[in-house]
């Protein structure tokens, strides 16, 4: 007799991946790597965006047995009214029991300790995707994450060594001797096999781009956790030392006025391309020369397994995650966070040495495809699940 597979409801900010980020596309990427015999994944995202990208996830979802869905319009003008609209629209939607509810987002969590009884779940998990979780929100941070998420979900995941140490750290989580539990993000390396790369002139002729000029490229929100401000100081730095170099930033955020004025009164405007929102990046990353991280702090970057994926040589911050990924001077160039004259000596001594940058993104492939792939993490979130419950 075989064993019932196990109903997972995921919970993730939203299914418009170009303009959310990382943690939704591992959420995507993740319910399709379950085995079904095992797992039955249920995909929700809390806020509807009505993009073509959304309604193109669920139904690619769909396609491929995955239950997907949106609970609500996103109405930023009515913030609490939004999400218990959320909350309703989810137990609308699942229509059934599920075992488990497992979180990736801060707001996810609320949701999954409001939706427990209501769904009859039989344990609340959660996956912390950052280092600083409610970076802007001090006392939400301590009551929820150092407080009640310690006695409310039954374990939690981080998705790096660093991550799992500030977990462990919580005074009350030491106290009651409870232990999280490392679970890498990942990724769908199929994106990268099976997908066929712009060429150079082809994205040259898309957005006006000199062909045969030296191409950076960054992709992220624009917020203050991916330090743009830094990279463009790093960027003034390095079009003074070497010629024809191009800086294509891919995404969109709250910072976007402000990071193209910063670009105006640099005088870069010229040399900075901002690109908006893109869901082929895939297509994309393999024709620059250099892909550059100045993040301030991270959980574990999607985008840089993106690049690795990509074989594109890379420079980033020493913050939680990367420096898992990449191992400095071997895969990778790694400078601090903040300082925008590392960077800059960083990106010049890659532009320099081409062959050597070639090599570090060679064993970076190596080594994110032997250890970040989202079927192996499906498989042992899979067993982690099984032997919990």
Same mark, same amino acid.
Do not use: C
């Given at each position: 007799m075989g064993v019932t597979p196990l109903r997972v409801l995921h919970i993730v900010a939203g299914l418009a991946i170009s303009r959310l980020g990382g943690i939704e596309r591992f959420g995507v990427q993740l319910v399709q790597a379950f085995d079904q015999r095992r797992v039955i994944p249920i995909l929700c995202g809390l806020w509807s965006f009505d993009i073509e990208d959304e309604r193109r996830w669920i139904r690619t979802l769909a396609g491929r047995g995955v239950k997907a869905f949106v609970a609500t319009k996103w109405r930023p003008t009515h913030p609490y009214k939004n999400f218990w609209n959320a909350v309703n629209g989810i137990v609308r939607h699942i229509g059934a029991p599920v075992d488990i509810v497992h979180s990736h987002q801060e707001f996810g969590d609320i949701?999954?300790?409001?939706?427990?009884?209501?769904?009859?779940?039989?344990?609340?998990?959660? %996956?912390?995707?950052?280092?600083?979780?409610? /970076?802007?929100?001090?006392?939400?941070?301590?009551?929820?994450?150092?407080?009640?998420?310690?006695?409310?979900?039954?374990?939690?995941?981080?998705?790096?060594?660093?991550?799992?140490?500030?977990?462990?750290?919580? /005074?009350?989580?030491?106290?009651?001797?409870?232990?999280? %539990?490392?679970?890498?993000?990942?990724?769908?390396?199929?994106?990268?096999?099976t997908s066929t790369p712009y060429t150079r002139h082809q994205i040259a002729a898309m957005w006006q781009l000199p062909p045969h000029g030296t191409w950076l490229i960054s992709v992220g929100r624009f917020t203050e956790q991916k330090g743009y401000h830094v990279l463009l100081d790093a960027l003034k730095h390095v079009v003074v030392r070497h010629n024809n170099v191009y800086l294509v930033l891919i995404g969109s955020g709250p910072l976007e006025d402000r990071l193209q004025t910063q670009v105006r009164q640099m005088g870069l405007s010229s040399v900075v391309y901002f690109l908006g929102n893109r869901c082929d990046v895939e297509r994309l990353l393999p024709s620059f020369d250099l892909f550059v991280s100045s993040s301030l702090w991270e959980g574990l970057p999607t985008v840089i397994l993106e690049a690795a994926a990509a074989k594109v040589p890379i420079v980033a911050t020493t913050v939680s995650g990367t420096v898992e990924i990449l191992e400095h001077g071997r895969s990778g160039f790694l400078v601090p966070p903040g300082d925008s004259s590392k960077l800059a000596e960083a990106i010049l001594y890659m532009l320099s040495h081409p062959l050597e940058a070639q090599r570090m993104a060679t064993r970076a492939h190596q080594h994110v495809k032997a250890r970040f792939s989202v079927e192996r993490v499906a498989r042992e979130y899979e067993q982690f699940y099984e032997e919990f419950l």
């Open positions: 949701a999954a300790v409001l939706l427990k009884r209501r769904l009859r779940a039989q344990a609340l998990l959660r %996956t912390v995707h950052n280092e600083r979780e409610w /970076p802007r929100r001090f006392w939400r941070r301590w009551l929820l994450t150092h407080f009640l998420w310690v006695f409310l979900f039954d374990h939690e995941f981080g998705v790096s060594r660093q991550v799992v140490s500030n977990l462990n750290a919580r /005074p009350i989580a030491r106290l009651i001797s409870k232990q999280s %539990t490392i679970a890498y993000n990942a990724l769908d390396f199929t994106r990268f096999v």
